[in-house]
C-alpha cells in the first residue's frame, strides 16, 4: 500500500521526433521516455516544444519506490494531451529515482493555470525577452520566460490580437520603438490596463547613469544610439490617456552581471540615475535594487524574479502590491542560495497602492 499519493507537474524536455515510431523522445528528471504524437501534430508541437508540461499522479511507497502514474504531456498553447511511455514500462507509466521528490515539490509554473477570468477586450500587453545577443553575452531563459509570460496574459483575459511578443533577434530597437510609440497608442482606450514586461540585459550609460534597455542589436558602447531609454520608456507609457499601466523589468542596470552589460573600459557598478518621475496611474515593478543583479536559476531554468511573479499568479495573488510582498522574501532567498543579493522593487512604494493596479480581476 502506497504513503501517500499527489498530483504532480514537472517541466519536460522534448528531443527529436522519430516520424516511423511516431514518438517524440524526451527527458523528465533525468528518465528518457517517449511520447506518442501523430505526424500531423508533431510540427505544431516542435514549434513551442518549450510551452509543454507532464502532469499525472505520483505515488510513494518507500524511498527506492516512487512511481509517476497516468503520465501525460500537456501542449500549453493547444491544451491537447500525448501519452508518455517509458522503455520497458507500460503506456502511461514511468518508473524514477529517489531523486525526483524535490523537482516533484515544486510545482511547475509552465502549467498555465486556467484563472476563469472573463476576457479583457481593452487591455494591451508588450511583452520583451532577448536572451541571445548580437555581440554580447546571452541573459539565460528571458525568451522562453516572456514567452511564458505571454501565455499568462492570455489567461488572465488578455485577447491575442492586443499581445504583443517580440523575441530575441526580431526585438531591435526600431521593432521596440514601433511597439511602444507606434503601435502601442493606437490600440488604447481609456479603461485600457496596460503592462509591459522586458527581459534580457539593461545597462547604464556611464557619463550620465542614465539606464537603457538593451535591444537585440544594442551597443553597450554606444547607448544614446543604439539603446532604449527607460526614461523614454517612462514617458511614452506614461502619456498614454489609460486607466493603469504596469511596468515589469526583469533586467539590470548596474554593468556589474547578470542581466546587465557594460560599456567597454568601464568600471561596473555606475551609479545609476534613481530620479524616476512617474504618471499617477503607473507603477514599476523591477527585479533589483541598486547595484544589484538580475540572476537565473539553472535549476528553474527561469529568471528568479520572473519565476516568483508568474508563480504569484499560480497561488492566487491579485495586485501587484500582493505580488510584490508575496515574492520579495522568495526572491531574496533563492539569490542568496545562489550567493548573490537581489531583492525586488516597487516604485510608488506600496504603501500608496492599496487597492490599485490589479492584474487578476
Same mark, same amino acid.
Given at each position: ?38 505526424? &500531423? ?34 501542449? &500549453? ?11 520497458? =514500462? ?20 509552465? =502549467? ?174 523591477? =527585479? ?50 545562489? #550567493?548573490?543579493?537581489?531583492?525586488? #522593487? ?16
Amino acid at each position: 500500500m502506497s504513503k501517500w499519493r499527489q498530483d504532480y507537474s514537472l517541466p519536460v524536455t522534448l528531443g527529436s521526433y522519430d516520424a516511423d515510431r511516431k514518438v517524440f523522445a524526451a527527458s523528465i528528471a533525468g528518465e528518457k521516455v517517449f511520447i506518442n504524437v501523430p505526424r &500531423e501534430k508533431a510540427i505544431a508541437l516542435q514549434g513551442h516544444k518549450t510551452l509543454v508540461h507532464v502532469e499525472g499522479k505520483l505515488i510513494y511507497h518507500d524511498a527506492e519506490n516512487i512511481r509517476l502514474t497516468n503520465a501525460v504531456l500537456i501542449d &500549453e498553447v493547444t491544451k491537447e494531451r500525448f501519452i508518455l511511455n517509458g522503455i520497458g =514500462a507500460p503506456p502511461k507509466t514511468i518508473e524514477t529515482a529517489a531523486s525526483l521528490i524535490p523537482t516533484v515539490a515544486t510545482v511547475s509554473i509552465n =502549467a498555465i493555470p486556467d484563472f476563469k477570468i472573463a476576457p479583457r477586450p481593452n487591455d494591451i500587453a508588450i511583452v520583451i525577452g532577448i536572451e541571445n545577443y548580437q555581440g554580447i553575452p546571452k541573459s539565460d531563459h528571458s525568451g522562453s520566460d516572456a514567452e511564458l509570460v505571454k501565455e499568462y496574459m492570455r489567461a488572465l483575459g488578455f485577447a491575442q490580437r492586443n499581445i504583443v511578443l517580440i523575441l530575441n533577434e526580431r526585438a531591435t530597437k526600431s521593432r521596440i520603438e514601433t511597439a511602444i510609440e507606434g503601435w502601442l497608442p493606437n490600440r488604447v482606450k481609456n479603461d485600457s490596463r496596460i503592462v509591459f514586461y522586458y527581459s534580457g540585459h539593461g545597462a547604464p550609460e556611464p557619463k550620465t547613469g542614465e539606464a537603457y534597455i538593451v535591444p537585440f542589436d544594442g551597443d553597450p558602447n554606444y547607448l544614446a544610439t543604439s539603446g532604449y531609454p527607460l526614461k523614454r520608456l517612462y514617458e511614452k507609457l506614461g502619456a498614454l490617456k489609460v486607466h493603469e499601466t504596469i511596468i515589469i523589468l526583469d533586467s539590470c542596470f548596474s554593468g556589474s552581471g547578470g542581466r546587465s552589460v557594460l560599456a567597454k573600459g568601464a568600471r561596473p557598478l555606475v551609479m545609476v540615475k534613481d530620479t524616476v518621475f512617474l504618471s499617477r496611474n503607473m507603477v514599476v515593478l523591477t =527585479a533589483t535594487q541598486g547595484s544589484q543583479i538580475s540572476s537565473s536559476s539553472p535549476e528553474k531554468m527561469h529568471g528568479i524574479f520572473t519565476y516568483y511573479f508568474l508563480k504569484a499568479l499560480q497561488d492566487g495573488k491579485r495586485t501587484i502590491v500582493d505580488i510584490y510582498q508575496y515574492i520579495k522574501p522568495l526572491i531574496e532567498d533563492e539569490a542568496r542560495s545562489l #550567493n548573490v543579493e537581489q531583492s525586488p #522593487n516597487l516604485n510608488p512604494p506600496h504603501d500608496k497602492l492599496a487597492g490599485r493596479f490589479i492584474l487578476r480581476k
